[in-house]
T-cell receptor, first 109, second 114 residues
């Protein structure tokens, strides 16, 4: 059964810093991995989808990488802004979507 | 043009009642899911339906019964509600489990059992 772990559980940084969020999974036979953002009391917003054959995906200041063989993915956020404050979730898809517990990010002005 | 919509957004009910949460997607997807997000914010899959057929049924009490009248709808019916059922329930959809599948989530239904 797929287990997904996200480190750190919480992260607080000053505005402008670059940061990395980590996601690891136990079963490397995945179809894809998806990063989401969740604001307090809100639903999930899809940020990036990486297919199993891909190594990375980029969208604006976000870059997600995937190393399937080692069961790891990272989400890199460049030049962080207070508006980036949210919980970031990674979900691994191998016949169903399993989520990590998330990283709660706070970007201080 | 909401892709995945859930109703109601908030639901407060007493213990022992039966309630339903509705979910509809207009993306033409063939797979739909129900997730439960507990007080610690952990998202756990409950059910997955593909083409109206149950694919995944995690360890969920049989008081929870999903119903998929067609590919665009996956409703969640809960019998004999208990305090521990209080949580946020999310519906999601995707186009099968193909590599380029992106999942889309509804805004959630906050269920409070009193």
């Amino acid at each position: 059964k797929q287990e997904v772990t996200q480190i750190p559980a919480a992260l607080s940084v000053p505005e402008g810093e670059n940061l990395v969020l980590n996601c690891s999974f136990t079963d490397s036979a995945i179809y894809n991995l998806q990063w989401f953002r969740q604001d307090p009391g809100k639903g999930l917003t899809s940020l990036l989808l990486i297919q199993s054959s891909q190594r990375e995906q980029t969208s604006g200041r976000l870059n997600a990488s995937l190393d399937k063989s080692s069961g790891r993915s990272t989400l890199y956020i460049a030049a962080s802004q207070p508006g980036d404050s949210a919980t970031y979730l990674c979900a691994v898809n191998n016949n169903d979507m399993r989520f990590g517990a998330g990283t709660r990010l706070t970007v201080k002005p | 043009d909401t892709a995945v919509s859930q109703t109601p957004k908030y639901l407060v009910t007493q213990m022992g009642n039966d309630k339903s949460i509705k979910c509809e997607q207009n993306l033409g997807h063939d797979t739909m899911y129900w997730y439960k997000q507990d007080s610690k914010k952990f998202l756990k899959i409950m059910f997955s339906y593909n083409n109206k057929e149950l694919i995944i049924n995690e360890t969920v009490p049989n008081r929870f019964s999903p119903k998929s009248p067609d590919k665009a709808h996956l409703n969640l019916h809960i019998n004999s509600l208990e305090l521990g059922d209080s949580a946020v329930y999310f519906c999601a959809s995707s186009q099968g489990w193909q590599a380029n599948t992106e999942a889309f989530f509804g805004q959630g239904t906050r269920l409070t059992v009193v």
